[in-house]
């Protein structure tokens, strides 16, 4: 059984940046951030392999990071210039073999989630 732990989030104004942490117990396989605004789907954000290859959503590319520390199992997410549209639940993922192509965009595939951390972003 993997654990995902998120922090980071918070309130913060728009153009402002956060950084969110997801610590998982002894996990080297696909790792990745999913948000859901209130009333909406939950939606890619970033993945990042075990082998450090990342993926971003088109909405996010250029302002958010994904970095991974496979030494201490933490996928951090550097997000900056940020929206009020980025206000959402994030949620960090785990899975094996999802990583790849489009895959990793697809929620249903991921095993462990972790319990979501809020950002809230004011105009």
């Known amino acids: 059984q993997v654990q995902l732990v998120e922090s980071g989030g918070g309130s913060v104004q728009a153009g402002g940046s956060l950084t969110l942490s997801c610590v998982a117990s002894a996990y080297s396989g696909c790792m990745a951030w999913f948000r859901q605004p209130l009333g909406k789907d939950r939606e890619a954000v970033a993945g990042?392999?075990?082998?450090?290859?990342?993926f971003y959503a088109d909405s996010v590319k250029g302002r958010i990071t994904a970095d991974r520390d496979n030494r201490n199992n933490t996928v951090l997410l550097q997000m900056n210039s940020l929206k009020p549209d980025d206000t959402a639940m994030y949620y960090c993922?785990?899975?094996?073999?999802?990583?790849?192509?489009?895959?990793?965009?697809?929620?249903?595939?991921?095993?462990?989630w972790g319990q979501g951390t809020q950002v809230t972003v004011s105009s």
């Open positions: 990042v392999s075990g082998a450090l290859k990342t």
């Open positions: 993922a785990a899975g094996n073999g999802i990583c790849q192509g489009d895959r990793w965009l697809q929620s249903q595939l991921y095993v462990y």
